[in-house]
């Protein structure tokens, strides 16, 4: 019970100390993270880092029964300072760069999670180690459409348009196409206009899913040739899924009309991706075994 108690006080004081510093040190992230979940657009808005905080949060939670049993142990970390200023100097050196780094949504999820490690590290070390390959893979897949983008993002939308330009006139519906744009007539004599766009790219959609990836690699500790497998299959679908996604967008709004395909283009991708990425954890249980080295570890974990 007294452990559980000096738990609990550790916890407390983290998310009060992560809360502190975040309201007064880095309050223009914190505020425009609020207002971009608040200025949420069913199918517009991008939410990979919404969707990767859930997918952290939901792993991290899976090893809660480590993090208990590192956390009964911090007492006997008190020699370990270098932890401890690593941490301090994460949670604090965003604040050194504050005028210059911007305050978009992912940047701004980005910089909170290194900060919420950082007071982690500092006040719990040991447990902390638990945490780092968690953080790093968050903060990778959340600023990593930032990159990609820019050199993928076109590409990709061309690609997607050449194959949805032509399944479309497979399906005998009459399109004008022009590059990455189509426009036809809808059975009820509306004038439907739709633009792949880089962000319908499926970047973000790859991105999320790669994160998934990894952490059920940290989670599970299968081969690393499993894991890689998953990934670029995984990639591949999911850029052909998108233009199969495109394809029904565009049969929607010639069966029924521009209103009806904006509103299915709001959650369509949504439905398609949460099965995606179900669908690839059930085929990741059944890929290999994991590293014979891990084995004695899993079954503890399990007891």
Not at 79 to 89: D, H, M, P
Not at 141 to 164: H, Q
Not at 224 to 237: D, P, V
Not at 257 to 286: C, E
Request: net charge positive; hydrophobic share 55%; glycine share 6%.
């Amino acid at each position: 019970m007294l452990e559980r108690s000096r738990q609990a006080v550790r916890i407390i004081l983290w998310i009060s100390a992560s809360l502190a510093i975040s309201l007064l040190l880095y309050w223009r992230y914190v505020a425009a993270l609020l207002q971009n979940i608040g200025e949420i657009v069913p199918g517009e808005t991008q939410l990979y880092p919404i969707a990767g905080i859930v997918f952290v949060g939901a792993f991290i939670l899976f090893r809660r029964g480590e993090i208990r049993r590192s956390l009964e142990k911090e007492a006997e970390s008190r020699s370990e300072a270098k932890v401890r200023l690593a941490g301090l100097l994460l949670a604090l050196t965003p604040a050194l760069a504050y005028i210059v780094i911007p305050v978009d949504m992912d940047v701004s999820a980005s910089v909170l999670a290194i900060v919420w490690f950082g007071v982690f590290a500092a006040i719990n070390p040991r447990s902390s180690r638990i945490l780092a390959s968690y953080t790093v893979l968050y903060v990778a897949a959340t600023l990593s459409p930032k990159i990609i983008y820019p050199v993928a993002g076109e590409p990709l939308a061309d690609f997607a348009s050449l194959i949805v330009g032509h399944v479309i006139r497979a399906l005998g519906i009459p399109v004008l196409q022009f590059g990455r744009s189509f426009a036809f007539t809808s059975l009820n004599g509306e004038a439907v206009r739709f633009t792949i766009s880089p962000d319908c790219s499926s970047i973000s959609s790859i991105t999320v899913f790669l994160l998934l990836c990894g952490l059920m690699h940290l989670d599970m500790k299968k081969r690393a040739s499993a894991t890689i497998m998953l990934a670029a299959a995984g990639t591949a679908a999911l850029t052909l899924l998108n233009a199969l996604r495109i394809v029904i967008l565009l049969w929607v709004g010639y069966v029924g009309g521009d209103w009806t395909l904006w509103n299915v283009h709001g959650w369509l991708g949504y439905a398609i991706m949460i099965g995606f990425y179900a669908l690839a954890a059930k085929i990741y249980l059944s890929l290999g075994e994991p590293k014979p080295a891990t084995l004695q570890a899993l079954k503890f974990k399990q007891t």
